[in-house]
């Protein structure tokens, strides 16, 4: 069956712009993360989506970062005002979220975010 | 051949050798654990798990033990192949569905 999908897979844009970046999950997953992750570096977590419940935003750098997630499904993550130090790989996973059930979460393929 | 934590982020082993990648966790409270394999160009890919009531579980050609007195985790991979060349990541879950994700450890196989 299909994967986690993101778009675009690459992306330039100028310091200053705001960039919108998708991810379409698992369908039937409840949970969606968004992660970031700098060249030669580790998963840095960014938002967490469950369901119908607020998400979790502790992770988010600056107010400049937002995410959104609708109807459960398709979520956004927006960058305003880029800076160059937002350039990463953004990641997007989905998983059958809540105790009791597997944590596994299937990774998309990334977008990688240039800011020039 | 065997990296020490994640301060060594490179590991080079021969094909057909086994190799030992480890990894410290900071939270005594996490109680959840997850290998992923990231391959260059692509996403993590989930290798294995274990839960902090288990202290060693085997998939095919992978063992993770996990030692919670020392907050250590180990993934080892017997008989490594090239196809095994690729970042490997430990991640744990330290509360509700948040996962920390360490920097990771690059393995090269030497064929």
């Known amino acids: 069956g299909a994967g986690v999908s993101q778009s675009p897979s690459n992306k330039v844009t100028e310091k200053g712009k705001d960039v919108e970046l998708r991810c379409d999950p698992i369908?039937?997953?409840?949970?969606l993360y968004w992660y970031r992750q700098s060249l030669g570096q580790g998963l840095e977590f960014l938002i967490y989506f469950q369901g119908n419940s607020a998400p979790d935003k502790s992770g988010l750098p600056s107010d400049r970062f937002s995410a959104e997630r609708t109807g459960g499904s398709v979520s956004t993550l927006t960058i305003q005002r880029t800076q160059q130090e937002d350039s990463a790989v953004y990641l997007c996973a989905s998983s059958l979220a809540g105790r009791g059930h597997t944590y596994e979460q299937y990774f998309g393929p990334g977008t990688r975010l240039t800011v020039t | 051949g065997e990296s020490v934590g994640l301060h060594l982020p490179t590991l080079s082993v021969q094909e057909g050798d086994n190799s030992i990648i480890n990894c410290a966790y900071s939270?005594?409270?996490?109680?959840?654990f997850i290998w992923y394999k990231q391959e260059s160009g692509k996403g993590p890919q989930f290798i294995i798990d274990i839960r902090s009531n288990m202290d060693k579980r085997q998939g095919q050609r992978v063992t993770v033990l996990l030692n919670k007195t020392v907050k250590h985790l180990s993934l080892q991979i017997a008989a490594t192949q090239p196809g095994d060349s690729a970042v490997y990541f430990c991640a744990e879950n330290r509360a509700g569905n948040q996962f920390y994700f360490g920097t990771g450890t690059s393995l090269t196989v030497i064929p």
């Open positions: 939270n005594s409270a996490s109680d959840y």
């Open positions: 369908s039937g997953h409840t949970a």
